[in-house]
């Protein structure tokens, strides 16, 4: 299968992921899915910024990227699949990408967020998603960076 990693990370590809992370999953190709930055020149610029050498890098809306790893594209790849939030990770799995396991990264702090730890602040419909992810069977970890202990979101939001 072509994913090798998938991540959440408000903040898509940056320094930790690109220079940590890629190598750690031992990535051929970024996929940076996201529908708005897909449409915006100027926030596509921005992460090819942070591409390191001798990655491939696709920015690719929901739709896109479905039909893409669907099609067997990127079959003879190792993907590295990054977004913002869980929900787009739902909408994949429902149109049949399979998910296994998801890393949970920094979620950003915004009025509307609650903290689930000092990095992974979650609206009630990232909560909503999560729990949808986990019935559906996908194994949500949480790890900032590679050093840090694995952690198991599910029971961290037992807690929340």
């Given at each position: 299968m072509a994913i090798t990693a998938v991540r959440i990370d408000g903040r898509l590809l940056h320094g930790q992921v690109a220079n940590m992370w890629t190598n750690v999953v031992g990535a051929t190709r970024i996929m940076v899915i996201d529908d708005e930055v897909a449409a915006s020149p100027v926030a596509k610029a921005g992460i090819k910024l942070a591409k390191p050498a001798g990655v491939n890098l696709s920015i690719l809306n929901e739709e896109?990227?479905?039909?893409n790893i669907l099609a067997g594209r990127y079959d003879s790849q190792k993907v590295f699949i990054l977004?913002?939030?869980?929900a787009v990770l739902l909408h994949l799995l429902k149109k049949g990408v399979p998910l296994k396991v998801v890393n949970v990264g920094n979620m950003s702090q915004s009025d509307a967020t609650k903290p689930l730890t000092p990095s992974?602040?979650?609206?009630?419909?990232d909560v909503a998603d999560f729990q949808e992810l986990h019935k559906?069977?996908?194994?949500?970890?949480?790890?900032m960076v590679p050093s840090d202990p694995l952690l198991d979101l599910t029971d961290l939001l037992k807690k929340f």
């Amino acid at each position: 299968m072509a994913i090798t990693a998938v991540r959440i990370d408000g903040r898509l590809l940056h320094g930790q992921v690109a220079n940590m992370w890629t190598n750690v999953v031992g990535a051929t190709r970024i996929m940076v899915i996201d529908d708005e930055v897909a449409a915006s020149p100027v926030a596509k610029a921005g992460i090819k910024l942070a591409k390191p050498a001798g990655v491939n890098l696709s920015i690719l809306n929901e739709e896109r990227a479905a039909g893409n790893i669907l099609a067997g594209r990127y079959d003879s790849q190792k993907v590295f699949i990054l977004v913002k939030r869980p929900a787009v990770l739902l909408h994949l799995l429902k149109k049949g990408v399979p998910l296994k396991v998801v890393n949970v990264g920094n979620m950003s702090q915004s009025d509307a967020t609650k903290p689930l730890t000092p990095s992974i602040n979650l609206v009630p419909q990232d909560v909503a998603d999560f729990q949808e992810l986990h019935k559906s069977g996908v194994k949500l970890t949480v790890q900032m960076v590679p050093s840090d202990p694995l952690l198991d979101l599910t029971d961290l939001l037992k807690k929340f």
